[in-house]
């Protein structure tokens, strides 16, 4: 089974980065899993996804709008309320495109708090780095679920 996740998250914008932390967690521990680091502009790995082709994909992105530290699985297939991040497509868009590419396609947000993304800084908070863990340890849960299906 090929297994894929897409990164996306600004890292001169602080906790904004924490979808790629998840993603070098992820590269360092799971080696059957392929990394994208879409950063802010995840429609520039599309195409790679696309030749890739995974049979399940999980899409990790920083959000603001629920409590900090929270992370969860979003189904936003028909979000209307567009949950804005810092990349140009909304993530309804986003989702409902990679969908077609991938119809398991999965959306993981990290809740950071707003302040922690507006400026230009490098580095992620305690609390980001905390929540990159977790995140992983939801995309760990997933890999569990997969091998006792597959």
């Known amino acids: 089974m ?8 600004n890292p001169l914008r602080g906790d904004d980065d924490v979808g790629n932390e998840v993603g070098r967690i992820v590269t360092q521990n799971l080696s059957d899993w392929r990394v994208f680091y879409g950063e802010d502009v995840p429609e520039n790995e599309f195409a790679n996804i696309r030749e890739f082709a995974p049979d ?7 959000m603001s ?3 900090d530290g929270k992370i969860e699985f979003f ?18 868009v986003l989702l ?3 969908r077609k ?6 959306f993981l947000g990290i809740s950071v708090l707003l302040e922690n993304v507006l400026d230009f800084k490098e580095g992620l908070s305690k609390s980001a780095k905390n929540s990159a863990q977790k995140a992983y340890e939801r995309i760990l849960e997933i890999e ?5 299906q597959g």
């Not at 090929?2 to 998250?9: E, N, P, V």
């Not at 399940?56 to 920083?62: G, N, Q, W």
């Not at 189904?75 to 309804?92: G, M």
């Not at 590419?101 to 999965?106: D, F």
Request: with cysteine.
């Open 2 to 9: 090929r297994k894929a996740l897409l990164c996306i998250g």
């Open 56 to 62: 399940v994909l999980i899409v990790v992105d920083a």
């Open 65 to 67: 709008g629920f409590d």
């Open 75 to 92: 189904d936003l297939s028909d979000e209307r309320d567009y949950i804005y991040s810092t990349h140009n497509l909304p993530t309804p």
């Open 96 to 98: 409902s495109y990679l």
């Open 101 to 106: 590419i991938c119809p398991k396609t999965l």
């Open 144 to 148: 569990k679920n997969l091998s006792e």
